[in-house]
């Protein structure tokens, strides 16, 4: 029995040894990049993005925040991502409806800012991009905004020695390929998370609202919140709210990408947090106050066969419910997040 | 002793099946690797015109399509996946290969040749599937074949392009007269993706012998995209770059366009 039961422990033994050896390989000799746990804000939902499987390092991070300043992802080296998503306007392009592009371009859409993208189902005014990771390749392939090609990309970063230094750190060695830089700058983008404003404060009881910025966050629940839903300021829903057709661009937002006709002129609805840093507003700029257009939901609407039921008669607003409503859209402002080192460009 | 006996059996078995569990899990990679290395089935596409009977070449060759309309093409390529093989009399179905995706371009001959492993049989007919399945049309940044630098990806409204067909003809109104089909919609109401299936052309059968090779040599016949059942004028539409209604009828159109014209069994 003894020497049957030697035997069996050795076998047992040899068999592990040969187990541990199959699984080395995947397990690699070095401790491999450091894992970031992704910090769900209180009170926001289950984001959408969730980075299964693109795990959120340290080295990631750091690589997609190289990548998203850096020149080289555009033709001629002049336009990074950070061109049009400059952090002090909130990731947005400040004080330009259009943004400039390769070649004395300009946009046809106002850049969005960006945060909390993890929230977002698709992303785009028109929602035509479906997946936070393949964001990245519609500005840089647009020929008037980066103008570039994914493998002409790929060819710059891979005759850089810090890149394939920073690539092997976050992905294990040194491959250069269109997935790692997108789950890159994913992790990047994925990170810039806005929750710090007086109105999260405020909500976590560690702030109080004034008189007035109260009144305009009751006048915001009644006249608002439908479609700007706390606690991300928006549904994102798309929906036209009778923006007259600007003839030159005609632009008919989702209906591009649907091709229903049901969605014509129909574009996201915008988060409103940091409303204050992200001017001029609307899918194509149109607006330069937020006074302005706010006042287009008063007055403005203009009919058509998509036009919102919620905004089909306006939104009745007197010239005090609009101070007050400034007032509460002010607190919305995060001087943290437009602040934060982590986000601003690498070494600086 | 005889009272352990059953006792000692049970540690027998719970021993083997850890061993056993072992043996797997520090194989499965090796005898995944081993399975796909035994190609026994080959696919050769091959583009032609005219009903399978000549040749298609790039670039040199003015052909014309159904409408009379003269044309060149300069790319021509597509997606292919989930192969498998069937016996009519026996009914049996064998998968080929396991779930990999291949980007069959005619400009690289090294992607025109598919090589699979099948559980050695008699069988008559081969099937697999047109396109890029809607789960990955919408799981983010993908790799190997189905890298987005490919070129066949819709980067501002995200998608696969599924096939592609480019050219020029004198008739085209785009700039350079220039024709370019991007067919690709993986959303139910605008899918492009379809299931082909070709029976062999009788006496023609896969006899497979273990440890011997078969060769499929499959046409695709490019005149297939302009006609039956849509009509596709290059003169009306020259370019096609997004999903819908008139990707859908080109990819109707191009689902008949495979034949197999020869199995050649060691």
Known sequence: ?348 | MQPRQPNTSMLNRIASCLLLISVLASCQKELKMDATAIHNIELRFKPVVLFDTVEMKFDTVTYKNAFNESFKVSAFKFYVHAFELFNTDSNRISRAGDQDYYLVDFADSNSTVIKLNVVPYKYNVLAFTMGVDSVLNVSGAQTGVLDPAKGMFWEWNTGYIMSKLEGTSPVSTAPANSFKYHIGGFRQAESVIKKITLLFPYPEVIDMKPGKKTVIDITADVYDWFNNPHDIRIGTNAGVMSPGTLAQQIAENYSKMFAVVKVKND
């Open chain 1, 1 to 348: 029995m003894a020497i049957r039961w030697t035997i069996r422990f050795v076998l047992l033994f040899l068999l592990g040894t040969v187990w541990i050896q199959a699984c080395k390989k995947s397990n690699g000799d070095k401790s491999g990049p450091t894992p970031i746990s992704f910090a769900i804000p209180a009170g926001f939902p289950t984001p959408q993005y969730q980075f299964t499987t693109n795990a959120l390092t340290e080295e990631g991070f750091e690589l997609g925040r190289k990548l998203f300043y850096d020149g080289k992802l555009s033709k001629d080296g002049n336009f990074p991502c950070a061109s049009c998503h400059q952090q002090f306007a909130a990731f947005a392009t400040f004080d330009h409806n259009f943004s400039h592009g390769f070649n004395n371009q300009f946009t046809t859409r106002n850049a969005p800012a960006l945060f909390n993208l993890v929230w977002q189902k698709q992303t785009h005014w028109d929602g035509g991009i479906n997946n936070l990771e393949v964001q990245p390749l519609a500005p840089l392939m647009a020929p008037n905004e980066m103008a570039e090609d994914i493998n002409s990309v790929l060819g710059k970063l891979n005759q850089d020695a810090t890149y394939k230094q920073m690539f092997k750190a976050a992905f294990g060695d040194e491959t250069i390929n269109s997935q790692r830089m997108l789950y890159a700058l994913t992790q990047f983008v994925g990170s810039l998370v806005s929750a710090d404003s007086k109105y999260d404060r405020v909500k976590k009881g560690l702030a109080a609202f004034t008189p007035q910025e109260q009144m305009g966050y009751t006048l915001f629940q009644s006249k608002c919140n439908s479609c700007h839903a706390e606690p991300l300021f928006t549904d994102n829903s798309f929906r036209n709210t009778g923006l007259p057709v600007d003839p030159t661009i005609n632009d008919r937002g989702r209906m591009r990408i649907t091709q229903n006709r049901a969605d014509s002129l129909k574009f996201k609805v915008p988060s409103l947090r940091n409303l204050y840093l992200t001017f001029p507003y609307g899918h194509d700029g149109r607006f330069i106050s937020v006074n302005q257009a706010l006042e287009h939901y008063n007055s403005g609407v203009q009919q058509s066969a998509t036009v919102d039921p919620l905004v089909q008669h306006g939104i009745a607003l007197s010239t005090n419910d609009k101070n007050y409503l400034q007032l509460f859209l002010r607190t919305l402002t995060d001087s943290t997040f437009i602040k934060n080192k982590r986000f601003a460009p690498p070494g600086s």
